[in-house]
């Protein structure tokens, strides 16, 4: 309704008038304390990983420009995207090691090298695409997820699922002598039938049957290969559930007849005004409000339940993740405040036992980390850039007495002599933190913009950027060792 709009409108500018520009809070003294001096959990180098859509990656409809949306995708068709970038590789490289997926809503749509006579605009991943992927993935150090097409869209199918579309890009693979580390049936099932229709959603115990078939097959070509599912969107306060349809992944994970290696769910915090189910739209003020990331911990509570009693061997992945469904937030999932959720649910993850966690996406859309037509990289780029050169794989227990400041502690990467606070203020406020006995501040590293909505960032009060291809955490200024957390900053604190 329009004059719904022009309301959220006017809220939206009193809002930052109020709470983000006009603003001005006195210094908060903030108490950080450790529950325990060890580890309470580990993750992979590859903790911090990302996705290139498969529309993105064989040309298919996407979002950029795409005012609404059309059975989950965007309305407009974006050619191929090209892998053979030097300055792409760069930008990658510097995030790396990472797994890369390549999934999404038309992995279940796309034809393997030809299309169908009766389908002269299908989406075709060809071999000269799935030729440069591999090139892409082996120059930069990555380790490819892949989402095989499902693609049984009758009831009465399911449970039956044969893989026989799936065995041409299986054996071209086995010849090629390319690696998939990673691969899943299927995107996102549990919502089959707002994608495909009523009558194409599968339930748990079928949908076990053709994993079990999915995996042997995969296995024949590439034995090492993990299996990764079942891969259900959750939605803000909805979790996997959207009525009248039931949970997916407890039946699944009950039923499944073999040992799965990854439990996987995909979720993001926000949807943007594109989405047709909002439960929690993207607006300024959710990415800021801290019960705005209260239900990531409450899901993944409950898949973790499901998996120790179901598949107890298995990791839990968050799959696919991003700011807000259906391509981003246009101007705020590639701004500045982006950068307070990303922060906040990588520290969340790998405290609640998350082996990984894949942002969508790497490049394209709203949400993309790298811009897609002009290859520049956004906040949430240099947000990642610091998570890996300064979060290690040891995790420690940490926590705020003040619900604006998130803290989380990891070893640092690199120096046994360290440990890395990652402090979060999702206020309009200075904070003073008592450290607690915790140690003394050796390097402080804050990221920070002039505004919460500017589309470039600051590291140590200097513009982030690369320097003739490339970018050190030396080439920032050094500063002070005062215990203050700036308002609305992502702090990084090496302590001994």
Same mark, same amino acid.
């Given at each position: ?110 034809? /393997? ?64 002598? /390319? ?7 299927? =995107?996102?099932? =549990? ?156 520290? +969340? ?58 803290? /989380?502690?990891? +070893?640092?990467?690199? =120096? ?81």
């Amino acid at each position: 309704m329009p004059e719904l709009r022009i309301f959220k409108a006017i809220y939206s500018r009193i809002f930052r008038a109020a709470h983000i520009r006009t603003r001005s809070v006195h210094t908060r003294l903030v108490r950080v304390t450790m529950a325990r001096p060890i580890p309470i959990a580990t993750i992979p180098r590859e903790y911090l990983s990302f996705s290139i859509d498969i529309s993105v990656l064989a040309g298919g409809y996407w979002w950029e420009g795409s005012m609404g949306v059309k059975q989950g995708l965007g309305t407009l068709r974006v050619p191929p995207i090209d892998l053979d970038h030097k300055k792409l590789d760069r930008l990658v490289q510097a995030l790396g090691p990472a797994y890369l997926r390549v999934g999404g809503s038309e992995a279940d749509k796309i034809h /393997y090298f030809e299309a169908p006579d009766d389908e002269p605009d299908a989406i075709v991943l060809t071999q000269a695409i799935w030729d440069k992927l591999h090139a892409f993935l082996q120059r930069n150090q990555l380790k490819l997820v892949f989402t095989f097409k499902y693609g049984l869209f009758e009831r009465s199918l399911h449970g039956r699922w044969q893989g026989s579309e799936i065995q041409k890009l299986l054996d071209y693979s086995k010849q090629k002598n /390319y690696q998939i580390a990673v691969c899943e049936l299927g =995107n996102e099932l =549990n919502a089959y039938w707002a994608f495909h229709g009523i009558r194409s959603q599968p339930g748990g115990k079928n949908l076990a049957q053709d994993y079990a078939t999915f995996a042997r097959l995969v296995k024949r070509y590439f034995p090492s290969c993990k299996i990764m599912g079942p891969g259900s969107a959750y939605w803000p306060k909805l979790g996997e559930s959207l009525t009248p349809l039931s949970n997916l992944t407890k039946k699944f994970l009950a039923y499944l007849p073999f040992e799965l290696d990854i439990v996987s769910w995909h979720y993001y915090p926000f949807q943007s005004t594109r989405s047709p189910v909002r439960t929690r739209t993207a607006t300024l003020r959710a990415i800021l409000s801290p019960r705005s990331y209260l239900d990531f911990a409450k899901y993944t509570e409950k898949l973790n339940f499901w998996r120790y009693l179901h598949q107890p061997q298995a990791q839990l992945w968050t799959g696919e993740t991003g700011s807000a469904q259906c391509g981003g937030q246009p101007e705020l999932s590639d701004r500045f405040v982006s950068c307070f959720w990303w922060a906040e649910q990588l520290g +969340q993850g790998a405290v609640s036992g998350h082996k990984v966690m894949i942002r969508q996406s790497l490049i394209g859309g709203d949400y993309g980390l790298i811009n897609r037509l002009t290859l520049k990289p956004r906040p949430d780029y240099w947000m990642s850039w610091l998570w890996v050169r300064l979060m290690g794989d040891q995790v420690y227990a940490v926590s705020s007495n003040q619900s604006r400041v998130k803290v /989380y502690c990891h +070893q640092h990467p690199d =120096n046994v002599n360290f440990k890395t606070l990652m402090l979060i203020n999702l206020g309009n406020f200075s904070a003073d933190i008592n450290l607690d006995g915790l140690g003394q501040i050796q390097q402080r590293y804050v990221l920070s913009a002039k505004n919460i909505e500017a589309k470039k960032v600051m590291i140590n009060g200097q513009k982030a950027k690369f320097n003739k291809g490339k970018v050190e955490l030396t080439d920032f200024p050094v500063l002070s060792k005062t215990p203050i957390l700036p308002p609305f900053s992502i702090n990084f604190w090496l302590i001994t």
